[in-house]
Nanobody, 125 residues
Framework: VQLQASGGGLVTAGDSLRLSCAAS????????LAWFRQAPGKEREFVGR?????????HYSDSVRGRFTVSRDNSRQTTYLQMNSLKPEDTAVYYC??????????????????WGQGTLVTVSS
């Protein structure tokens, strides 16, 4: 299983950015997907997740709810993280993750078996 995250960069507070995570694996559509982030000196934290198959179930951390949206395109084996109204505190390396289970009711990184390499998002004030 391979996950490749992209789309990070340097933006100004209030800007938007969309991250992508392309996967190469069988039965991608059934995998639950998630995004995490890790700021310097901090632990990796949950950002958002989307259930497998139709992606009907989505959950977000309190810090990004209403600003970030997780989506998936099973035909392209890709998940996206649309980030709007970015703040300096959103600065972090963002990681995509996948679980073989179609639904993961957890905010822990340990619930996901597969990880992308991370993409850096820097938000200046």
């Amino acid at each position: 299983v391979q996950l490749q995250a992209s789309g990070g960069g340097l933006v100004t507070a209030g800007d938007s950015l969309r991250l992508s995570c392309a996967a190469s694996l069988r039965s991608f559509g059934t995998y639950a997907l998630a995004w995490f982030r890790q700021a310097p000196g901090k632990e990796r934290e949950f950002v958002g997740r989307i259930s497998g198959r139709d992606g009907a179930k989505r959950h977000y951390s309190d810090s990004v709810r209403g600003r970030f949206t997780v989506s998936r395109d099973n035909s392209r084996q890709t998940t996206y993280l649309q980030m709007n109204s970015l703040k300096p505190e959103d600065t972090a390396v963002y990681y995509c993750a996948a679980s073989t289970f179609p639904y993961v009711d957890s905010y822990s990184p340990s619930a996901y078996e597969y990880w992308g390499q991370g993409t850096l998002v820097t938000v200046s004030s």
